[in-house]
């Protein structure tokens, strides 16, 4: 396995990333609707016209072909509803918006879950472990929508504590991406005690015991390797998740990030911006997935020789 | 001459959501310097726990020690601090495991947990701890020593790693080694191979082996004295050649007439009929009762005291005199 199966792994994505294009291309054009339909009081002439300069009145391979063409040079093409802008303008505005959000939710998950999880396994069957693991199925369980306006109504309206909305100084960083955050905490501190419990009953901890060594040291170097190994998988999708999935906490805390842009250009076809996003959020899926198989590697001697 | 190790009346007993399993019952035995103590019994009989109670290698709870002393040196095992143990075990009381493939970390070097003994009891620094341990891996029979240092245990076949655990507990020269069923999991040669390797590097060293094996064989060859356990319970204690000639114990003889030896048939030997008892359902007599084919009336209700024989040649019967 090893360098060979990561190169595999890249190689065979070049086809599926095709078959993304031609899928997301196809199924979005076939949906009913188009992106000038609701300016209605537009005349027929101009509406030409727009079509023209957008090319959408040439056939629709045609039109996949210039697609493709382009997506070779990496450009996404303009957005057909923000005049005299770029799919990649937008894109360079908006993403590091989510992508700052996602950090900060990620790095809120792996220090909620690390602790709580690494709590519950130093202690099991005690309160500091059903507490943390009580918290953590409601996190899991909750969606964002409710945790997102609960923990408003609570630090920002209440104790009034934080700013509910926007994104500006720190202090309005900290509600969205500890709401956007939660659920993932939730999950890495579920995944940590397993994973730290599972290794705590290997035979090896039993040797490492039996040399005479001490509990931090059979902790630190001993476990946290392999007990750590669950949590490690798990980021490659919790970050794609938290860059792909923040719309509901933008809309909610109302941040200007691509998330929102995404749903809009859904809703009013903007095609060229429904694309881009969905291609960046694919190719993110995979660099983190990719990066997440990479750390295997390096973690797990095992996988480096099979 | 005091013994290095003397074990008395050690219950150890596993408190349950279901029951309390009494897996050590009342266990008690004494080795010399450079001695072998064989361990025998059938799975389930209590053996490793007795060895893993005895240097705190079980979690407590659910593990009680009920009663007993272990006296190594002056220090009563059984009653030490958590800090004097681990500066016992790995130190002066070396064990190796029943399950060579899953005892060595599979995430680290060979060489970075060979070396840890050393860098923990001996305050060596990593360099000089490495060349030691790079001798002991020699001395166990690995050829290329410094690469297999390097290497990952998944690399190494299971009686390399025994070898590799042999190694590890030997770096410090212990006075004690304890080897739970260290061939049960590899196959026969290797078996021969390793058990050699053990007795060798005791001529070497002079230290004093606790061997448990369910292969009366291997005791046969390798130990100076044997306790046979059943249940939790020691049946009979005594010298080799008290066990093997002059059993004074139903279980041991059946033990006996079920192992194969160079001239019976492998058809011919006679199983012990049944299986031991729920070791968490004991009445208060011999657990072996059900299964014993000489007992008399006091058998179900009580257990035997100790009868003593030639020195210290210990059996728990009730029976005057074993029919032969
Ligand atoms: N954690 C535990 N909880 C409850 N019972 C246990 C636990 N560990 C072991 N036991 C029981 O203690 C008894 C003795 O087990 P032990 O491992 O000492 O047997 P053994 O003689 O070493 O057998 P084997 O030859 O199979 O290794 C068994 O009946 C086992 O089921
Ligand atoms: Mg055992």
Redesign the pocket.
């Known amino acids: 396995m090893g360098l060979g199966y990561l190169i595999k792994r890249v190689l065979t994505m070049v086809p599926v990333f095709f078959a993304v294009v031609t899928l997301v291309f196809f199924t979005i054009r076939f949906a009913p609707g188009g992106p000038f339909d609701e300016e209605r009081r537009v005349p027929p002439e101009i509406l030409e016209n727009l079509n023209k300069k957008y090319h959408l009145d040439e056939p629709l391979y045609q039109q996949y072909f210039r697609y493709l063409g382009a997506l070779a040079h990496l450009d996404l093409g303009p957005s057909f509803k923000h005049s005299n802008r770029t799919v990649n303008e937008i894109i360079a505005e908006a993403f590091p918006i989510s992508f700052e959000l996602g950090t900060y939710a990620l790095l809120w998950a792996l220090l909620i879950g690390l602790f709580a999880g690494g709590m519950a396994a130093f202690k099991p069957n005690s309160l500091f472990d059903y507490i943390p693991m009580s918290v953590s199925i409601a996190g899991i369980c909750l969606p964002t929508f409710v945790i997102g306006p609960l923990s408003i109504l609570l630090f920002g309206l209440w104790m009034e504590w934080l700013p509910v909305a926007g994104w500006d100084e720190w202090p309005s960083k900290i509600l969205p991406s500890l709401t956007l955050g939660f659920a993932y905490a939730a999950y890495v501190s579920r995944l940590t005690r397993g994973g730290l419990m599972e290794i705590r009953n290997q035979d090896f901890i039993r040797t490492a015991r039996a040399k005479g060594l001490k509990e931090s040291t059979i902790l630190i170097k001993h476990s946290l390797r392999g007990g750590l190994l669950p949590v490690v998988s798990y980021l490659g999708p919790a970050f794609a998740g938290l860059l792909s999935g923040a719309l509901v906490t933008e809309t909610i805390f109302n941040i200007p990030g691509l998330g929102r842009f995404f749903i809009q250009s859904a809703l009013n076809r903007d095609y060229t911006v429904v694309m881009g996003t969905a291609l960046l959020y694919f190719t993110l899926i995979f660099v983190c997935n990719f990066i997440v198989d990479v750390l295997y590697v390096v973690l797990d001697p095992r996988v480096r020789y099979e | 001459m005091a013994p290095i190790l003397d074990v008395r009346n050690l219950k150890a007993h596993?408190h349950?959501r279901r029951g309390v399993?009494r897996?050590v019952d009342g266990i008690g035995f004494s080795l010399e310097k450079g001695e072998t103590l064989g361990i025998v019994?059938?799975?389930?009989?209590?053996?490793?726990?007795?060895q893993l109670s005895i240097l705190g290698l079980?979690p407590t709870p659910?593990?009680k020690i009920e009663s007993g002393e272990a006296f190594f040196g002056g220090l009563d095992l059984l009653k030490a601090s958590p800090a004097e143990l681990r500066s016992v075990r790995g130190n002066k009381i070396s064990m190796i495991f029943?399950e060579p493939m899953t005892s060595l970390n599979p995430y680290l070097k060979i060489g970075t947990q060979l070396i840890e003994p050393l860098t923990r009891h001996r305050n060596l620094t990593k360099k000089e701890a490495w060349a030691k341990a790079v001798v002991s891996l020699e001395k166990v029979g690995i050829a290329d020593a410094e690469s297999a240092m390097n290497s990952y245990p998944h690399e190494f076949s299971g009686g390399m790693r025994q070898r590799v655990m042999i190694a590890m507990a030997l770096t410090t020269d212990p006075e004690l080694l304890i080897a739970?069923?260290p061939t049960t999991a590899l196959d026969v040669t290797v078996q021969a191979q390793i058990l050699d390797l053990l007795k060798a590097l005791q001529k070497e060293t002079g230290m004093a082996i606790i061997l448990?094996t369910?292969d009366l064989g291997v005791v046969a060859g390798m130990s100076d004295r044997v306790l046979v356990?059943y249940a939790?319970k020691a049946f009979e204690y005594g010298t080799t050649e008290d066990i093997f000639y002059r059993s004074q114990h139903p279980y041991t003889s059946a033990l006996l007439r079920s192992t194969p030896r160079l001239d019976t048939e492998v058809g011919s030997l006679p199983p012990i009929g049944g299986s031991p008892p729920d070791?968490m359902r004991l009445t208060g007599g011999c657990p072996f009762f059900e299964r014993c084919t000489v007992r008399v009336n006091d058998c179900k209700e009580i257990f035997p005291e100790v009868k003593t024989f030639a020195d210290s040649h210990r059996s728990y019967c009730h029976l005057k005199e074993l029919p032969q």
């Open positions: 596993f349950t399993v897996a019994g059938e799975s389930g009989s209590g053996k490793s726990v007795t079980l659910p593990l029943q739970d069923e448990i369910h356990m939790g070791l």
